[in-house]
């Protein structure tokens, strides 16, 4: 027969929320969107480690007690830690089709100075963030919130779900910032400079987004019911337009057929001369008719 220990089951319980806790404060932190990140690795290194040394020592609950820990610090860090996520489709000009720019998503956040950034996923950006305060800067004609929501499937994570934002042009510059001088000056080119600097590159993403991409759900509805109702009228004025030609020819062939048919009792001699100005009673017709 089994036997659980209640307090074993309650310190079980206590390290898997310890472990949901922490997964979802790193990440919301770190801004990654896979636990790939320094600050996972600093922290998960230490448990992983007594949990190994733990089994072999033949202490198993804290070894079970760190494992839950493991366990459940990844499940806080996508379930409870999920970001503000981006896709971005974007309009192929070649093939004149729209294709989604960025498989994996963008995670967005808003800095101290209410710029829209993004969380580039290499330990260096994590870096110069924290240390320099540089951000990977989004400059774009509206808002990013799109209405649309899609998703992305990696092969052994779960599905990751945002909003998708249409956009028709998408660059990356760059700038380039000075964060360190040495104190020790030299002299080049006849300027006194210091002898040392540390450079680092700022990525600033411009956007422009499609027209629709900043409209609401209400403005969309409004635009393609006027889009309807401009089609339905020209579809009838066309229409319109073709029954008028038709109708048009018709009348022509009809106003010919008359005037040939009336035309057609008189001497062809007459309708010569009445187009000359005479009349078939005229002097000259008479004298015609005389010289016979």
């Known amino acids: 027969m089994i036997t659980i220990d209640p307090l074993s089951v309650i310190f079980a319980c206590l390290a898997a929320l310890l472990g949901v806790l922490i997964g979802r404060k790193i990440q919301s932190i770190v801004n990654f969107v896979f636990p790939v990140d320094p600050v996972t690795v600093a922290v998960l290194v230490v448990p992983c480690i007594a949990a190994v040394w733990a089994q072999a020592a033949g202490r198993g609950s804290l070894a079970f007690l760190l494992v839950c820990l493991i366990i459940f ?169 073709y029954r008028l030609r038709q109708a048009v020819g018709s009348q022509s062939l009809y106003a010919a057929a008359e005037f040939l048919k009336q035309q057609a009792g008189y001497d062809p001699q007459a309708i010569v001369l009445g187009s000359m100005g005479y009349s078939k009673n005229s002097e000259a017709i008479k004298t015609q008719e005389v010289g016979r």
């Open 73 to 241: 610090y990844f499940v806080g860090y996508y379930f409870n830690g999920r970001q503000d996520y981006r896709y971005l489709a974007k309009l192929d000009t070649a093939n004149n089709e729209i294709v989604r720019f960025n498989v994996r998503p963008w995670v967005v956040y808003t800095n101290e100075d209410g710029q829209i950034c993004r969380q580039d996923q290499t330990w260096k950006a994590l870096w110069i963030k924290w240390r320099w305060g540089i951000h990977h800067v989004i400059q774009a004609n509206g808002d990013l919130d799109g209405r649309i929501e899609t998703d992305f499937k990696p092969l052994v994570y779960p599905p990751i779900y945002g909003r998708l934002v249409f956009a028709e042009y998408v660059h990356d510059s760059y700038v380039e910032w000075t964060v360190k001088r040495s104190k020790k000056m030299v002299e080049r080119n006849g300027q006194y400079v210091p002898k040392k600097e540390l450079k680092v590159m700022q990525t600033v993403t411009t956007v422009i987004l499609a027209e629709s991409a900043d409209l609401s759900a209400l403005s969309l509805l409004m635009k393609l019911r006027a889009f309807n109702d401009l089609s339905q009228k020209y579809a009838e004025t066309a229409e319109e337009n």
